[in-house]
């Protein structure tokens, strides 16, 4: 027998933008049903952010044990013997931290009153969906229904997921290290996955279509990352396309010049994007209109259906946990009666290589193409004391501010440099803020940390940095 439930509002998908519009609706007393078909937490928290910050953690721990026990690190730190790895403990202790954050999630869910319905759900119309529980069908009716499904790993044709050929789902939980791994894509998660396996003793080579690695950066901040690639010996082929495998297993591989090679690989892990999950779950029973492969909304994150919302990976770039769990919290609030919109001032991102890069708002080149006359100042790694103390100059990397020349107005801010992820918040806080560079350098920075180095920049900008 189906069971039938009435909701105010129905969430459908436990990522980070699921979970937080149903604990932001929960908390504002609204009667809520959340589905989920997996694990809550989604590819966030179960299979992408926290567990590749986890591998990358183990990767740098074991190149530093290595560099010690090949006497060529410069700390005075000596290892008699190289180290090993056990890389299923590595992916078990991995496992328990996502558990921990998963069963976290379900404990808020139950703290805000939201009903968890697990199961996949399946729409009929666009306020009714039946969900495939363990206990038999649920079917479920709503006022409000927020369409939070995310993204999947894009495939390529000629190298379909499975056996040797994996996304990064599967390379999060090896059970051994493969020996050798080529790696499709040059982005976030393959540079990210990439350099951490390279860490961890793999022999890496990526292949990149474009005539650069990480597109989505310019040039300077990118530099960096291809100086400690090519140091830790990755091989990076640009403006090269996979062709397929061949009998051996090897990668059939197409050249810049047109030449054809192979490269062998134990594993092959293709990262070359993520699309919009519209599809599987009856997103065709519903007025619901796209806008090119993404889900169309409006600024509040309205769908062109009535009371039917979509918030995260499913709405458009950028794919960012961060983007989801904003907008979720503000769908919740809109829903309750609150005037919101989304429009943040920018929305940081952040990409964990070796060193990290962090950018948000206008890039120089960016703010000239609008038209934009502008200052910029930028103050080096190699320059803050406490990046010296975190080894953290030896890629260069340096911190950059963008201002609008008549006002002194904080428009971009980018960085490369180890640690620098942890400096997001207050660029982000700072553009949010609309702080100009004065702002910036009447603030009294903590010594030592790398935040002097954001500190600078403004004081470079405006014509007296002290440090450089
Ligand atoms: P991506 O869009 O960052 O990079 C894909 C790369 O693959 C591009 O450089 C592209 O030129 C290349 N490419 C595309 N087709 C190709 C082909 N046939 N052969 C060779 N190269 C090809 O995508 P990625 O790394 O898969 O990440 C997906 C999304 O996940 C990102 O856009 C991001 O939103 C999110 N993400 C965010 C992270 C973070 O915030 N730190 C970390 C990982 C992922």
Known sequence: MTETLKTHVLVVGGGPGGYVAAIRAGQLGLDTILVE?????????????????????????????????????????????????????????????????????????????????????????????????????????????????????????????????????????????????VVIGAGYIGLELGSAFAKLGVSVTVLEARDRILPLYDDALAAPVKQWLSHAGVTIHLEASALGLDATGAVRVKGKDGNEFTVPADKVLVTVGRKPRTQGWGIET??????????????????????????????????????????GEMVAEIIAGHRRHFQPAGIPAVCFTQPEIVSIGLSPSEAEAQGVEIVVGQFPYMANGRALTLEGDKEGGFVRVVARKSDHRIIGIQAVGSHVSELSGEFALALEMGAVLEDLAGTIHAHPTLSEAFHESALKALGHAIHI
């Open 37 to 181: 078909g997996d694990k809550l937490g989604g590819t966030c928290l179960i299979r992408g952010c926290i567990p590749s910050k986890a591998l990358i953690h183990v990767a740098e721990k074991f190149e530093g044990m290595v560099a010690a026990a090949e006497e060529k690190g410069a700390l005075g730190i000596h290892l008699a013997a190289r180290p090993s790895i056990d890389f299923a403990e590595t992916v078990r202790w991995k496992d328990g931290i996502t558990a921990k954050l998963n069963s976290g999630v379900g404990a808020l869910l139950k703290k805000a009153k939201v009903k968890v319905v697990a199961g996949w759900a399946n729409f009929t119309d666009g306020k009714t969906c039946t969900v495939a529980t363990a206990e038999g069908p649920v079917t479920i009716n709503a006022d409000h229904v927020i369409l939070a499904q995310g993204s999947e790993p894009v495939e390529l044709p000629m190298l379909p997921f499975g056996g040797n050929v994996i996304s990064s789902t599967e390379a999060l939980s090896l059970e051994t290290l493969p020996d050798s791994l």
């Open 286 to 327: 519903m007025a619901v209109d796209l806008d090119g492969r993404f889900v169309k909304v409006d600024d509040q994150c309205r769908t062109s259906m009535r009371d039917v919302w979509a918030i995260g990976d499913l709405v458009g770039e950028p794919m960012l946990a961060h983007k989801a769990s904003a907008q």
